[in-house]
């Protein structure tokens, strides 16, 4: 009995160091997570397999697992920058963005887990500043907005493409102008419009005019052929085949040929 407690208490450490052990070495990956593998003893940062997934593992107690958010994440910026005739434009952008799954491990080891501050943000505020100095802050409130949305896309991608990080979407959500821009810019636009919808009634009434025109024209030209082909002898014959046509109906009527002006029948009807 007097044995029992020298024997008990190494039992007693010996599971209390494993149980610190499988503390240290049991470890779960989250959904859209996936997990960077650190060798203390083995060349540190894992970066010749792929990184460890979601769900349950066991590793070495002695080395470190460094998780990431691998699903699409958003990033909002705001951002101060200057039209292409110098004046200060605020631009408010949403990214998509998320990190290169097979690449994870050079991205730890090379940009750590600050990489969108280090790498991404940097990134889009150059390629703003660089698409938004090419335009005017008229071509910034009014077409150019989907244009500028492309560009700094565009731009921004090739900055971070070879940075382990993919670029999803960039999305332009408010363009801000000084005020009294904005105001000169409006009453422009409002003046261009009413101009072109002078303009249009304009040009409606012109071609209004213009079938007016044309239909009489037409009508002229129409009854001055009819007065050019209607000859005497025409208007006679004519005139006795009315005549004729008059002579077949019911009522009462003496007919005397060639008695009407131009020798046309003569018709006398009790009536």
Same mark, same amino acid.
């Given at each position: ?21 499988? &503390? ?21 940062? =894992?970066t010749d397999q792929p990184p460890l997934g979601e769900g349950f593992h066991i590793i070495a107690p002695w080395n470190n697992v460094y998780v990431y958010e691998v699903r699409q994440?958003?990033?909002? +910026?705001?951002?101060? =920058?200057? &039209?292409? *005739?110098?004046? @200060? ?28 501050? /280090? ?22 409130? &009014? ?16 900055? =971070?493409? !070879? ?9 332009? /959500? ?33 071609? +209004? ?14 009854? /001055? ?6 000859? @005497?002898?025409?208007?006679? !014959?004519?005139?006795? @085949? ?6 077949e109906s019911p009522n009462s009527k003496v007919i005397v040929v060639g008695g009407g002006d ?7 009807? *009790? *009536?």
């Amino acid at each position: 009995m007097d044995k029992l407690p020298k024997i008990a208490l190494p039992f007693i450490f010996g599971v209390i160091v494993l149980v610190i052990l499988l &503390s240290k070495s049991a470890i779960t990956i989250g959904s859209g997570e996936a997990g960077v593998l650190y060798k203390t003893f083995g060349g540190g940062v =894992v970066t010749d397999q792929p990184p460890l997934g979601e769900g349950f593992h066991i590793i070495a107690p002695w080395n470190n697992v460094y998780v990431y958010e691998v699903r699409q994440q958003e990033v909002f +910026e705001k951002m101060k =920058v200057l &039209s292409s *005739n110098g004046l @200060d434009i605020q631009l408010d952008a949403s990214t998509w963005f998320q990190p290169k799954y097979e690449h994870l491990g050079k991205l730890h080891q090379e940009k750590s887990e600050q990489y969108k501050e /280090r790498i991404l943000l940097p990134a889009i505020r150059s390629a703003a500043r660089s698409v938004v100095g090419r335009y005017t802050p008229e071509q910034l409130y &009014s077409s150019k907005r989907d244009a500028i949305q492309v560009e700094i896309y565009e731009e921004t991608k090739k900055i =971070v493409d !070879d940075q382990y990080i993919q670029l999803n979407e960039v999305l332009i /959500r408010d363009v801000t102008l000084p005020p009294t821009i904005k105001e000169a810019i409006e009453r422009k636009l409002k003046q261009e419009q009413e101009s072109l919808e002078y303009e249009f009634r304009l040009v409606t009434a012109a071609k +209004e005019a213009e079938k007016v025109t044309i239909e009489a024209q037409g009508k002229a030209d129409a009854n /001055r052929i009819l007065s050019a082909s209607l000859t @005497d002898k025409i208007l006679q !014959d004519k005139g006795i @085949d009315a005549t004729l046509k008059l002579s077949e109906s019911p009522n009462s009527k003496v007919i005397v040929v060639g008695g009407g002006d131009a020798g046309l029948p003569l018709i006398l009807g *009790n *009536n």
